[in-house]
């Protein structure tokens, strides 16, 4: 149980426990529940970025990346979570390309917004975002092993290889099943899906 | 209250969150959510002469005497986040896959709605971290 000297709070120590679990009641106030929204408005954001209501679902997204720097700074970085920052950006870029690509195609195909519903979707090259995300036109099936898919996932930038128990995020590789310190709940139902 | 909060966050974790529960139909699995969601509704319900909880947190205004901030907030979080693990079974893209679940599914209807509760949800929660005092004593993980 490390204890560190904060200076937000300095004279005093800001006690971290480490390895607690993550759903525990006073877990889900100050690093829990507020990541678990924010992924969860991702998300929402991915799925529907033509909404009128993205742009403030944004705000929000920077909202939450803000408590989650401050917990930064009055932990000496102990906690850092670039994880969300880099999720507040993917999603104002997914609002940024709703808006100025043409509307998706009728058949909402997985594939490219306004192209040939025949073409086969391009290979997305490493930190580009990619032409569509349309999660809703996912279509998945009800076996969990077949439904090992990396189609979906690969159409977001940060992952560019998926394997049974690693993500590689550019230099990095998360461990799935290890990963609740850095992508929490998201992570853990990747693992659901990929494992 | 945080007691039963904390059993129901169980019951959903064990009747939502297992392999055994995607195995299910969707049709079950969505009665299950509708069945957990109203049992949240009782529960909030039984809160809500002492506080508002689907509302953002007002530190200022609504705060009724002898609950601190801290214990409201403690109580807003263990609602929003049950409410988040109800719902997001049926929203989360990874889960729809697995269920075969589709935008032109019957129960598209359930799926839209529960999308909705996410969405209000996470926005409600994302106001509240103002009112998160970080200090010696915020626990983290």
């Known amino acids: 149980m490390p204890i560190r000297r904060s200076r937000e709070c300095s004279p005093c120590h800001l006690r971290i426990r480490t390895g607690s679990n993550l759903t525990n009641d006073h877990d889900r106030l100050a690093y829990f529940g507020p990541l678990y929204a924010l992924i969860n408005l991702f998300i929402h954001i991915l799925q529907h970025p033509e909404l009128p209501s993205a742009q403030s679902d944004l705000a929000l997204m920077d909202i939450g990346a803000a408590h989650f720097a401050r917990l930064e700074f009055a932990t000496d970085a102990e906690i850092s979570m670039a994880f969300v920052k880099e999720i507040a950006a993917l999603a104002r870029t997914a609002v940024r390309r709703a808006k100025t690509l043409p509307p998706r195609s009728i058949d909402g195909s997985l594939g490219v917004r306004g192209g040939d519903p025949l073409a086969q979707p391009p290979r997305h090259t490493p930190g580009a975002i990619p032409e569509q995300i349309d999660i809703d036109g996912f279509e998945g099936n009800k076996d969990v092993r077949s439904s090992r898919d990396t189609t979906f996932f690969s159409l977001f930038p940060p992952f560019e290889n998926i394997d049974k128990t690693h993500l590689t995020m550019g230099s990095r590789q998360i461990s799935l099943t290890s990963s609740w310190k850095t992508g929490a709940p998201f992570f853990q139902w990747m693992g659901l899906v990929i494992l | ?141």
Request: aromatic fraction near 4%; charged fraction near 15%; charge should be positive.
């Open chain 2, 1 to 141: 209250m945080l007691i039963k909060f904390a059993q129901l966050s169980s019951a959903v974790v064990s009747k939502l969150s297992s392999v055994r529960a995607f195995r299910q139909k969707p049709e079950v699995l969505v009665k299950t959510v509708c069945e957990l969601d109203e049992q949240l509704h009782t529960l909030k319900s039984s809160v809500q002469p002492i506080l508002t909880l689907d509302t953002p947190l007002d530190a200022v205004g609504s705060l009724p005497s002898g609950i601190t901030l801290q214990q409201a907030l403690y109580l807003h979080f263990a609602y929003y986040c049950t409410i988040l693990d109800i719902h997001t079974a049926l929203t989360l893209p990874w889960s729809r896959s697995i269920l075969g679940l589709t935008r032109h599914h019957p129960l598209a209807d359930q799926i839209k709605k529960s999308a909705g509760i996410v969405a209000k949800t996470s926005r409600i929660a994302i106001l509240a971290t103002k009112h998160v005092h970080i200090d010696a004593n915020t626990p983290v993980s």
